[in-house]
């Protein structure tokens, strides 16, 4: 699922490219040393041989500039095996930054969750009590204030809902983000109500 994100598709593709240029500096050893002896044939039968004149053995003509390319190279593989340290660490950091995301999305959601169930819990236990103080007060047992009191804490513990089902809402949002989103709502359907 960490895979579906931005970030870590982002972080993935600089590894790769980095793992890609470790190959391209290595590959300079083989394109920059070149043996520059020539061969020359010589005999009539068509055998190649090396001629003593124009034969030069690394270390003649191109010593020391053969040497300085292939510290350059060194240190090119070098570097780009450091920047591919660099990124590896970055993919990492972002794997765990996106896990903690979804840690917490997830967590957000299930505590909205509970939240939205004991309220709606607290909302049927008002409407009973409200219902009764209502008829306390048809029977003359309980005065007006009472009824309207209850009535009071039911209209709060409502808005309680509504507004938990909207924090429920936005806690699914946050979870379908940090999971990397691209799901249709019928695969994924949470109950907010």
Same mark, same amino acid.
């Given at each position: 699922?960490?895979?579906r994100r931005p970030d870590i598709i982002a972080a993935e593709r600089? =590894? $790769?490219?980095?793992n890609e /240029?470790?190959?391209?500096?290595?590959s300079d050893y083989y394109r920059r040393f070149r043996f520059p002896a020539r061969l020359v044939s010589t005999a009539p039968t068509g055998a190649l041989?090396?001629?003593?004149?124009?034969?030069?053995p690394l270390g003649q003509e191109r010593c020391g500039g053969g040497f300085?390319?292939?510290?350059k190279v060194a240190a090119e593989v070098a570097q780009s095996r450091g920047a591919y340290a660099e990124a590896l660490a970055?993919?990492?950091q972002a794997a765990l930054r996106a896990t903690e995301d979804i840690e917490n999305a997830?967590?957000? =959601? $299930?505590?909205?969750?509970? /939240?939205?169930q004991e309220l709606q819990g607290e909302v049927t236990s008002l409407t009973r009590a409200r219902d009764l103080s209502e008829r306390a007060y048809k029977a003359g047992?309980?005065?007006l204030t009472d009824v309207l009191n209850a009535d009071s804490q039911l209209l709060v513990a409502r808005n309680d809902v509504e507004s938990t089902r909207a924090d429920a809402a936005r806690a699914a949002v946050r979870t379908f983000r940090a999971l990397g989103g691209g799901w249709t709502y019928a695969a994924t359907r949470l109950s907010l109500r």
């Amino acid at each position: 699922m960490l895979r579906r994100r931005p970030d870590i598709i982002a972080a993935e593709r600089r =590894l $790769a490219a980095s793992n890609e /240029r470790i190959g391209v500096a290595i590959s300079d050893y083989y394109r920059r040393f070149r043996f520059p002896a020539r061969l020359v044939s010589t005999a009539p039968t068509g055998a190649l041989f090396l001629t003593g004149r124009r034969f030069s053995p690394l270390g003649q003509e191109r010593c020391g500039g053969g040497f300085s390319i292939l510290g350059k190279v060194a240190a090119e593989v070098a570097q780009s095996r450091g920047a591919y340290a660099e990124a590896l660490a970055g993919y990492r950091q972002a794997a765990l930054r996106a896990t903690e995301d979804i840690e917490n999305a997830l967590m957000e =959601l $299930a505590q909205t969750q509970v /939240r939205l169930q004991e309220l709606q819990g607290e909302v049927t236990s008002l409407t009973r009590a409200r219902d009764l103080s209502e008829r306390a007060y048809k029977a003359g047992a309980i005065p007006l204030t009472d009824v309207l009191n209850a009535d009071s804490q039911l209209l709060v513990a409502r808005n309680d809902v509504e507004s938990t089902r909207a924090d429920a809402a936005r806690a699914a949002v946050r979870t379908f983000r940090a999971l990397g989103g691209g799901w249709t709502y019928a695969a994924t359907r949470l109950s907010l109500r």
